[in-house]
């Protein structure tokens, strides 16, 4: 029992330094600056969600499924803890939770179904872009297939995540 417990530990802490390394990659200027992913809640929401599909996709390739679970819940938790900070109360609370795991996994599943470089680029177009016509999409594309194949050669049940060069 208690090996069990040392380990749930274990997880939920590299959990948390995988969610870190996710957020502060998805809050890297050149995102919105140079690659006009809007900076809003919902952009920055995307983003940490599109990182947060590389790393649960490396995580299942190496069967690490605890580990992946307690990322999700990380992610969870700290979507939970930014709406909170937006000032969302209990009421609304439940409902706004609900809308972000439906966006969270429709996305998961739209980019886990974007086997090249073009549908990925449909898929980023749809959701990272909200469907506006933007010339970026590609680029974000291109930067996701390099950071999918560097991860691809990491472990990263220790918690330590490198995406590679910025686009």
Do not use: C
């Not at 983003?47 to 995580?59: D, G, K, T």
């Not at 470089?117 to 990272?128: D, I, S, V, Y």
Request: glycine share 10%; hydrophobic share 45%.
């Amino acid at each position: 029992m208690l090996n069990i417990a040392g380990k749930s530990r274990a997880w939920r802490k590299a959990a948390a330094r995988l969610n870190a390394g996710i957020v502060s990659r998805a809050r890297e200027p050149a995102f919105y600056a140079k690659l006009g992913v809007a900076d809003t809640v919902d952009g920055r929401f995307d983003l940490i969600v599109l990182h947060a599909w590389l790393v649960l996709e490396r995580l299942r390739a190496q069967r690490l499924n605890d580990l992946s679970q307690a990322l999700t819940d990380a992610l969870f938790v700290s979507f939970d803890e930014g709406l909170r900070d937006l000032g969302a109360g209990d009421m609304g609370l439940g409902r706004r939770m609900k809308a972000m795991a439906d966006a969270f996994y429709g996305r998961l599943k739209a980019y886990g179904g974007s086997p090249d470089e073009g549908a990925m680029t449909q898929a980023l177009g749809r959701n990272l872009y909200r469907g506006a016509a933007d010339g970026h999409a590609a680029d974000v594309a291109r930067y996701v297939l390099v950071a999918k194949a560097r991860l691809a050669e990491e472990d990263l049940a220790s918690g330590d995540v490198d995406f590679g060069p910025l686009p």
